[in-house]
């Protein structure tokens, strides 16, 4: 075995572990949201689901997932839509490792920038598992490598491809687009035209997401309710963690080039900033919209989680103060390791409701029992109701 395919053997067995050890205690539970819903939805509409999105905008994900969920009984859904989101996610775990050892040659630093992607504290709390949000690992998959240049020059088919299916799945893809901005417009005429193919592209779904969201009437605000945008009583560490970090840490990037610059004259990888940049772009966007929530932001936590870590290994051994370098990189090495452990193990959202196959087997119940047309079935936080056609029982 050639030393690459043991080196990705390696990274893929960590990775799954880690993945898969998040979703532990919640395997075969469904989330209150989207709970069953978009299994519903391609049951109804097929394929014509995946352009009909019930949110303003275009999200082929979940429904893709849920198409795929489809195929088997109804009691092993729960179970096979956690295995799938988990499976995409060491996928894009691994992306990013590849994409970082591309442009880096640093194994190590690869191995830590896709670990951080899989432990990041906002993942624990309702985004583990739950295949509604999919949407944004692969946003921060498709920023990463965006900003890694020398992934896309070597791979500008599967780029492209990265920036099709991610823009289908979530309009805020433009906002982890930036590199191509940058890539290209300074000298648009001198640019490589692969560059200068891929910013059209995206900015071609942009607009087709933009065309759906103006046209559906939906509106900007799909949450409804009471949106937090300031801390509350009792909001805790978790909370001011993911709220926080994505700001802070991004500006703080920001702020290490700027000294840099200034101080030195040391050419400086721009793979950090462009991260960055996006980690801001994504919490600006999603804050405005959602507020503090927790499922919106582990892409802003991700992105700057990330950003951080090459800093550490790329741009601050950079600086001449060797104190410094010591200092940046124990204090966040230790808020790293603290807030993943802390935080590691699938939330309440999941973890405290019942299984779906219990679920499944109550409504069986229930429908024979009562001879009903219908069953409801008690997520932790939303109830479903399923015509009970659905559970094999009618002739």
Known sequence: MSKNSSRWLLVSLLYGLVAFGRIIYSFGKFASDPGYDFLLIVEKDGLKSLFSGSEGYIQIGPRLLAMFAQLFPIEQQAVVLNI?????????????????FTQFGKTFLAVIAGFAFLVVPAAAESTVGNYGS???????????VLACRKFVEANVL????????????????????LP??????PKFRQADKWFRYLLTTSVVVTLVQFSYWYSSGAG?????????YKPWAGMGLFWYSIWLTPPLF????????????????????????WLALSALGIFAATYMS????????????????????ITIFVVIPTIPFHFVRIGAT????????????????????????KKWSVLVEQARTDCTDENAQTAKLQLLLAETELDCDKFSLRD
Not at 163 to 175: R, Y
Not at 180 to 185: N, Q, T
Request: aromatic share 12%.
């Open 134 to 144: 999919i949407k944004w690992p692969l946003v921060v998959g498709l920023a990463v």
């Open 220 to 228: 900007a605000q799909i949450y409804g309710g009471n949106v937090p």
């Open 84 to 100: 799938a989101v988990t499976f995409v996610v060491v996928m894009v775990a691994l992306l990013i490792f590849q994409a970082v």
């Open 250 to 273: 991004g500006l703080s990037v920001l702020i290490i080039f700027l000294v840099l610059r200034f101080t030195t004259k040391a050419r400086v990888d721009s793979t950090a900033i």
């Open 290 to 309: 959602t507020g503090i929530k927790d499922s919106t932001a582990v892409a802003g936590q991700s992105l700057a989680w990330i950003a951080a870590v």
């Open 330 to 353: 124990a204090a966040l090495s230790m808020f790293f390791v603290v807030s993943s452990v802390k935080w590691y193990s699938a939330s309440w959202y999941l973890a405290d409701g």
């Open 180 to 185: 191509l901005f940058g890539y290209v417009l």
């Open 158 to 177: 599967l780029t492209a491809a990265l920036v099709i299916f991610v823009g289908l799945c979530s309009p805020l893809a433009i906002a982890v687009s």
